[in-house]
């Protein structure tokens, strides 16, 4: 990396301005280039020091972080923001709004510990985020300057940006009818499911699974604003949900989710099984058994997010005949999950963002009648 990360971290809460500050301080391309006690404070910092990313609270005297998100969108900033999140319903709904603004990811406040643990908890999640934004970063400021103007994605996988070595996979014909679509999601998660969801029509003749990386509590906020978004139905899933075309379940945050056939139809199953690749929910956990109750008749939907969960799920489904489309590079808030199933040539296509829905609505129709 050319330079270090300018970080400028707002929170009222003293102790925090302190622990957020010590973990930065021990990451070497990173710079605190200075604290602030509120967004009011924070927006003249902003002016001058000129940081690349915020560590932001939400609720702060004079001007929360929300507030401080719109201004800087109105003013069309670059400046990045990490939001400093609390585990309650009334925080994960300002949260996702802070998402959907932006935001590249939220860590929780510890809600109780003495300083050194709490210090722990925050370096663990703080430190992969703050790395994460700065690849980001970086490569977004290499494809600029190495690309040429953008022209429109076809189906293919083989249109997609990918380097000489990776070997995307040959067109095939789609499976007769495909029953289900699976998605994992991470980082970036909720803005990129603001903007696809509802772009499926609300008579989509399949159902819809959800594993978006999120907390408890997070992902029913996230069900209740995609819901009003969308015109499929969306909610987040209860053990013994039945799995019904044009209908979304989001798997809860801090449970896993898997779908079992039951009769002639299928049911989701919520269980306390342990964390896989570090995650509850887990993509691979969910894909593994639609791969297993599916075969052919799934898609497997792989998007934005750190880390690589849903790799070895997308081997799963495309081994039994399944479908799986991958969301592209250069519209990945990180492109950590896409990258191994697109790189290992499974992705029958890798589309940005905007043509996801519409990919699956197309596998899902053409599935109705034999392919040509």
């Known amino acids: 990396m050319d330079q270090k990360l300018r970080v400028l971290v707002v929170d009222d809460t003293v102790v925090y301005r302190k622990i957020v500050s ?56 670059p400046v990045g923001a990490i939001i ?19 935001a590249f ?11 050194e643990e709490n210090l722990q908890r925050v370096r663990e999640e703080l430190r992969p985020r703050v790395d994460a934004f700065a690849r980001r970063r970086e490569t977004r400021r290499l494809l600029a300057g190495s690309r ?3 022209t429109p994605a076809t189906v293919s996988a083989s249109a997609a940006p990918l380097s000489p070595s990776v070997a995307p996979s040959p067109p095939r014909a789609l499976p007769p009818k495909v029953e289900v679509v699976a998605i994992g999601i991470s980082t970036g998660g909720p803005a990129a499911l603001a903007e696809m969801l509802p772009r499926l029509p609300g008579d989509l003749d399949a159902a819809v699974l959800v594993v978006q990386h999120m907390p408890p509590v997070f992902t029913r906020s996230l069900a209740e604003d995609l819901d009003r978004r969308c015109r499929v139905r969306v909610s987040e899933a209860q053990d013994g949900d039945r799995v019904k075309k044009g209908h979304v379940l989001i798997a809860p945050g801090g449970k896993q989710m898997k779908v079992c056939r039951e009769g002639a139809g299928a049911v989701v199953r919520v269980t306390d099984d342990p964390p ?57 808030v990180v492109f950590g999950m896409p990258r191994q199933p697109i790189q290992e040539g499974i992705a029958d296509a890798v589309l ?8 699956v609505t197309r596998v899902v129709e053409r599935g109705r009648t034999p392919c040509k």
């Open 22 to 77: 010590s973990v930065l301080a021990e990451m070497p391309n990173v710079e605190v280039v200075g604290t602030a006690a509120n967004g009011k404070i924070a927006l003249e910092k902003i002016e001058q020091t000129r940081p690349d990313l915020l560590l932001l609270d939400l609720e702060m005297p004079e001007l929360g972080g929300l507030d401080v998100l719109r201004r800087l969108k109105a003013e069309g900033s």
């Open 276 to 332: 896989e690749n570090s995650c509850r929910p887990s993509a691979d956990y969910l894909f593994r058994s639609v791969a297993a109750a599916y075969g052919p008749r799934a898609v497997g939907v792989i998007m934005t997010g750190m880390g690589n969960d849903g790799a070895a799920g997308c081997r799963e489904i495309k081994a039994r005949g399944g479908w799986i489309v991958a969301q592209d590079e250069a519209s990945c």
């Open 148 to 150: 040429p103007p953008a």
């Open 352 to 359: 940005p963002l905007s043509q996801i829905a519409d990919e």
């Open 105 to 115: 990811d939220f860590i929780l406040k510890p809600a109780n510990g003495t300083f």
């Open 84 to 102: 400093l999140s609390a585990l309650t319903s009334q925080h994960s709904r300002i949260t996702l709004d802070c998402l959907t603004l932006g």
